[in-house]
């Protein structure tokens, strides 16, 4: 079973993720930040990973904390379940429009956090929801999950539009990447033998 579940507390946040690798989309997600949960639910329904998220973290201060924490237990969660990676297509990539919007998501499980985020915004908060937060949820997740990811915003007006596909781009790629290649014989994708 390719599943794990971490918990991660802080004096900022209290944080359990569950994740799925092989699962349906299926998901729980109350993250005490309504458009993160919007986000998520993409991450799951375009990945078919399922999700279990929760988060009680100190949105009286604002949702930087408890975005940045989700990002970072997220990305401890696929690091644990994705294990040695022996057997996996590794690289991931997708492209996602949603009506003007055009965005692109490229995945190494390198083994090495790196994330070139290019996105420009044409508001500053979409809602309530600060869009400077969306990036930090990836470099916490990049951090943990020891990935390479490149995002690129290609064009969009709306900005709910623009990062809805970063996000739905993000699970395509993600599914791509950590599944399974049946040509591999489950070796380990990479000339070094380790990733
Ligand atoms: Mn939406």
Redesign the pocket.
Same mark, same amino acid.
């Given at each position: 079973m390719r599943t794990a579940t971490i918990e991660r507390n802080t004096q900022e946040t209290r944080i359990r993720v569950s994740i799925n690798l092989d699962g349906t989309g299926a998901r729980t997600l109350a993250t005490g930040v309504p458009f993160l949960d %919007?986000m998520l639910d993409?991450i799951a329904r375009h990945g078919l990973f399922d999700l279990d998220i929760h988060c009680q973290g100190d949105t009286h201060i604002d949702d930087h904390h408890s975005v940045e924490d989700v990002g970072i237990t997220l990305g401890q969660a696929f690091a644990a379940a994705v294990g040695n990676k022996a057997g996996l297509r590794r690289y991931g990539h997708a492209y996602v429009p949603?009506d003007e919007a055009l965005s692109r998501v490229v995945v190494d499980l390198s083994g090495r956090p790196g994330l070139f985020y290019f996105v420009d915004y044409h508001r500053a908060r979409i809602g309530t929801f600060d869009v400077d937060l969306a990036r930090e949820f990836f470099q916490g997740f990049v951090n943990h999950a020891q990935a390479t990811v490149h995002i690129d915003n290609l064009r969009g007006e709306n900005a %709910? %539009?623009q990062?809805?596909t970063i996000f739905k781009a993000f699970g395509r790629a993600l599914r791509m990447a950590t599944e399974v290649d049946p040509r591999a014989g489950g070796t380990i994708p990479s000339t070094k033998g380790a990733l």
């Open positions: %919007h993409q949603l %709910h %539009h990062c809805e």
